[in-house]
């Protein structure tokens, strides 16, 4: 797939990533996103979201840690990012684990009309049916019809849908990008699934075909969990893993994507 | 101690626990939780925390930074879980450091009624006798007393009492553990005591013996931070140690425990 | 310049640096907090703050993912500080990139009127100017009139001034320590800011010049970056180094510094 220098141009232009997002892996995604070559902030309260998009390039909205009262700020500063043409990626982590969840996360379909929409595969079905089985944020369906689903999604939002599993699916309802880099590593620790978003945003405010940027980063991190499962000496498990995966972020490159990417347009 | 591998349930298992704990050490709760083998969900709004505790197995609560206005959904959740018969751990991180601690602290073990309440000398002295002298969260206690201690605030509870220090005593009144494994390098680092939490938690949501499995997570605490300090190489310090105890844990085992745990039952 | 054995009191008294600081960072600065031998606590909801600053030996504020609603906590916990003659370091984080910010920032320094005020160039400049040309929470204004700009605002606010950059400047208007230690790295990971608040507030704890504490405390985060990037091998980057970081304040002692640091009083 040709990939036009996107990972080049997030270290040239140093995009801002807006993160609203979850506290428990608000850390690794600011730092990946450093380590990727962009900048993030994050900020959350409704009295400054508005600003603090206009001064950035791209926004992630990430339920992860939800309360009713920060609905409104998701919403407004999803608005405001699209008014200005801005691309939002939403994260509807864990939605079908609770009533809140899934209702925030239509809510937020509806009113903000996201860019990309990145979940696993039970995420991506109930906003879809509105039903799943789900153990709670970790997706346990099967990954045999996530194109199909990828894709109707896709059609129904508008929104570029990234449905992460053993092979990722990125569709905007008319291409499709299946990505089968990723090592079971990536599940040992928490955040990968928040950091992609911030890899996700990153790509996307640098090149505005959000599928080829979606895909890319999908491959990005997949890629770089390989690199940092490769280097993993005895004795070393998801501790070192879990910073070498930054490390492998620090030094990736759209060459190494080009070389050990395996995405496949179906 | 027999200890009816304990670890080996955690690992096929992978009981999802359900945590309302603190932002500092958030993160590494997620991630230790996931090195055991166990899956961590952090969710604390009070719109939400009754659907979460149904789909878990265990649920932890952790004071650490609470709010006011956060103390209700602590009691939803922990009467919840109590109700469905999960066990709740309970850590009264700082009580005797603020009133509110004091007040949050006993409004969740009047009205939940936890299945674990663990602590440092200090905080479980103020728990039983609503004083002690305290340097913010550290408890400078005698640890002299902490057996006794431990088993009136046991009896006073019907809660298994861990009291953590150079000895940690687990008690449910009548039977009582003295755990001696550890390193001071423990408490160089933010969070053992939080991380402590979700391996309790682990445990005690695959064998209801709460003590037992207790004293199994607690000395798996002690033998990790062994493993750990005893892979530091020069100039390695507090920093690489914390990655080296989430490495021990992805590893540990209950050979390790019966080979190297130092539980006595006092 | 003279020291004082800065560091070995602070190993010795481990002073209690009581946060009310952004949930971004807040781990990293718990542990360098733990590893320059100080004692941490985190603290932020009202009905808690004052107690907590009653047994702390100084106070970070720091509002780098402030909520409206916490505004009052951060005065009235800097208000108690100040009336006990404790320390307290505030850090005007993105002041500039929103209204919320300045009004809060601007608050702050007239309500609490801090004894360190500790920013980048642009948040600074703010402060002084009330306008800036911020890209989110990064400067990129030239630190050429650096100088001039932190003895004024030092000046108006009665202050020590910590203008952070290439060369950082520590002036209480009448004094100006410039240091020049440091490394691009310590950029490329998130909340060396905020770590810095941590080690500055230790220092002040125990010397009260709080010029040449803020020195000794700026210098150490430059000599610590430094060592933590010369470790560096092949194939590690800002997730290796931001642990190197943790690890060399482990180390860092007065005769590092007085070896090390490059501490000019212009």
């Keep these: ?68 009262s920060s609905i409104e700020a998701f919403i407004k500063a999803g608005k405001k990012a699209i008014s200005l043409g801005k691309p939002v990626i939403f994260d509807p982590v864990g939605c079908g684990a609770s009533k809140l969840r899934s209702d925030v996360s239509k809510a937020i379909i509806n009113e903000v009309k996201p860019s990309v929409i990145k979940g696993n595969m039970a995420e991506i079905k109930h906003l879809l049916f509105n039903k799943s089985n789900m153990k709670g944020v970790d997706s346990e369906e099967s990954m045999k019809d996530a194109e199909k689903i990828s894709v109707e999604l896709a059609l129904k939002t508008n929104a570029v849908v990234v ?28 955040g990968t699934g928040c950091m992609l978003n911030s890899i996700i945003a990153s790509c996307c405010s640098v090149n505005n075909d959000y599928l080829v940027s979606s895909a890319v980063a999908t491959s990005a991190m997949g ?21 070498r995966l930054i490390d492998a972020f620090y030094f990736i490159d759209d060459e190494k994507i080009n070389k050990s990417g395996r995405i496949k347009i179906v």
């Design 163 to 190: 449905t992460t599993g053993k092979v990722d699916y990125i569709t905007d309802g008319k291409r499709i990008a299946a990505v089968s880099n990723g090592t079971s590593m990536l599940s040992k620790i928490t």
């Design 223 to 243: 890629i770089c969990g390989e690199t940092a499962e490769k280097n993993l000496n005895i004795n070393e498990g998801s501790g070192t893993f879990r910073y």
């Design 1 to 68: 797939m040709k990939q036009n220098n996107i990972i080049k141009k997030v270290r040239e232009e140093s995009p801002l990533i807006h993160h609203i997002t979850n506290y428990v892996t608000v850390n690794d995604c600011a730092n990946i996103t450093l380590a990727f070559g962009a900048s993030p902030v994050m900020a959350h309260c409704i009295d400054e979201v508005e600003e603090m998009v206009s001064i950035s390039s791209a926004l992630v909205l990430n339920i992860g840690t939800i309360q009713s």
